[in-house]
């Protein structure tokens, strides 16, 4: 990035949004307080597994059944979501935080410990000792700002807790790891 194009950048993360009268950093820092689950969503691009954390994950509809999750355009995933038909959401537990941490990382780090994972059949990536997936395919895509909001149609729910989790959800939190404490 060049010297212009960085304070370019830095201009626009100061500068408030005409529309709503607040700068991205005012966002982003608010946003850093609501707690949000963590996944690892997965595909397959033909070549090689690809995989990234996602904190954005929601469920959209029952019927038909509809997840959603988002996707920087920065993301060094972003060019194979593009392209994927299918993905494969996991849910992570507490005892997952080195699954996070892992896909948090440069991309060919991602996949380097073959012990961690298979393939399904389909060829997606499934991550081992995961208690809850979901298997969708790419129903929309939709850019959005600076990021592209994937919708997908679930074909198939991998359920290991039999209503009794195993391990408490990993939660993000201003700008860390956590798990919940009930009440």
């Known amino acids: ?11 626009s993360t100061q500068r408030p949004d005409e529309a709503g009268g607040i700068t991205a950093a005012q966002f982003r820092g608010a946003m850093r307080h ?17 995989g990234f ?6 469920s959209l509809s029952a ?3 509809l997840i959603s999750f988002n996707i920087a ?48 059949d389909s060829g997606e990536p499934v991550l081992h000792d995961t208690p809850i997936w979901v298997r969708a395919t790419v129903h929309q895509l939709i850019p959005i700002g600076d990021h592209t909001l994937v919708i997908g149609l679930v074909t198939r729910v991998h359920d290991t807790t039999d209503d009794e989790p195993i391990a408490a959800p990993l939660l993000y939190y201003n700008g860390s790891y956590h798990r919940p404490r009930g009440l």
């Open 1 to 11: 990035m060049s010297e212009v194009e960085q304070a370019e950048s830095a201009a």
């Open 34 to 50: 609501y707690p949000a689950g963590v996944t690892i969503v997965t595909l397959n691009n033909g070549e090689r597994p690809v």
């Open 53 to 58: 954390t996602a904190t954005s994950f929601a």
């Open 63 to 65: 019927e038909p059944p």
């Open 73 to 120: 355009e920065t993301s060094s995933s972003i060019e194979a979501m593009l392209a994927a038909e299918s993905v494969v959401v996991h849910f992570l537990g507490d005892h997952q935080l080195h699954l996070a941490q892992r896909f948090s990382r440069a991309a060919e780090e991602r996949f380097a410990d073959d012990s961690l994972w298979t393939s399904l």
